[in-house]
């Protein structure tokens, strides 16, 4: 059973930045893909960002693409994700999730973290 504890949210101003970060316990982490997806009020979960078991490969929502980048440090169990560029429309809790297969869709996670608010201000 893996845990997934993420920490990084906060209040920031368009344009800000922040980094997130999801730390992994009881598990081996480097055996799994992992992901950010995020939610905002009224709106189904949607995806962020993934990244394979090695570091190797990474893939980005449209919407992110260019302004968020994920990564990992499987010496640390950690997955980040650094937000530049931030907008109102981000504004969301921020999930991680680990999984075998990995990639866009949250089927393909069996773990999840119980998020991180962030809220972007004009």
């Known amino acids: 059973q893996v845990q997934l504890v993420e920490s990084g949210g906060g209040l920031v101003q368009a344009g800000g930045s922040l980094r997130l970060a999801c730390a992994a316990s009881g598990g081996t982490f480097s055996r799994y893909a992992m992901g ?4 905002a009020p009224g709106k189904e979960r949607e995806f962020g960002a993934a990244i ?3 570091g190797a490969s990474t893939y980005y929502a449209a919407s992110v693409k260019g302004r968020f980048t994920i990564s ?9 994700l650094q937000m530049n560029s931030l907008k ?8 991680c999730a680990a999984g075998g297969r990995g990639g866009s869709s949250a089927r393909n996670y069996e773990y999840w973290g119980q998020g991180t608010q962030v809220t972007v201000s004009t």
Request: charged fraction near 30%; proline fraction near 4%.
């Open 88 to 95: 109102p429309e981000d504004t969301a809790v921020y999930y």
């Open 36 to 39: 950010w997806f995020r939610q």
């Open 52 to 54: 394979s078991w090695s």
């Open 72 to 80: 990992r440090d499987n010496d640390k169990n950690t997955v980040y």
